[in-house]
């Protein structure tokens, strides 16, 4: 199992087990229909990251659903949520732990090209890597979540400044390597590993 240590700089650090399950406890009632949808996917998303393995072959078509359902999401809560003070600092051994798994787990699925990427020497280089874009969103839903129990407006505003500032660029990149992984055939079959 995996340590997944989060923090905001405003805030004590808080730890958590990859593979447990998600508290089931309820965000405070004054959340608008917007917050409790949002609440819902980070919580799915969550849990399919936290599921995916080559036994688990539907996890990666489930990110591929549910990202434009979080991108939109988002983007309905954004107009109502404030800015606050502080970023996340994630527990970096933990964080490449996930990334590890992710990336074993999706072999050649994972490269993408990113838009200046070139090919210098006969030798492409992707840049672009779905592991680390699903690392990176995982870990700013999964502090939210675990935020949202005790400061649930801070959890709210955490998720809208981190999709301004870092994790919408992520969510974006992948939702177009997914779609393209798709197109190819290659979303939903299992590869094997290297």
Request: aromatic fraction near 8%; include cysteine.
């Amino acid at each position: 199992m995996t340590n997944l240590n989060v923090q905001r700089v405003t805030e004590p650090a808080t730890e958590s087990r990859l593979h447990l399950k998600l508290s089931t406890a309820q965000p405070e009632r004054s959340m608008s229909p917007e917050s409790f949808e949002m609440v819902s996917l980070a919580r799915q998303y969550c849990e399919l990251i936290e599921a995916s393995s080559q036994d688990h072959p539907g996890w990666l078509p489930g990110v591929s659903n549910l990202l434009p359902r979080i991108h939109a999401a988002v983007r309905a809560m954004e107009g109502s949520i404030e800015r606050l003070d502080g970023h996340l600092i994630p527990d970096l051994d933990a964080r490449f732990e996930l990334f590890t798994h992710l990336r074993e787990l999706l072999g050649e699925n994972d490269g993408y090209w990113l838009e200046y990427d070139r090919a210098e020497d006969d030798q492409p280089t992707m840049t672009g890597s779905l592991a680390d874009d699903l690392t990176d969103i995982y870990c700013e839903l999964k502090h939210g979540l675990r935020c949202l129990e005790g400061e649930p407006y801070r959890a709210l505003a955490g998720w809208c400044q981190g999709f301004r500032c870092h994790w919408g660029q992520h969510l974006v990149d992948a939702e177009r390597h997914l779609y393209a992984l798709e197109y190819r055939g290659c979303l939903d079959r299992r590869v094997p590993n290297p």
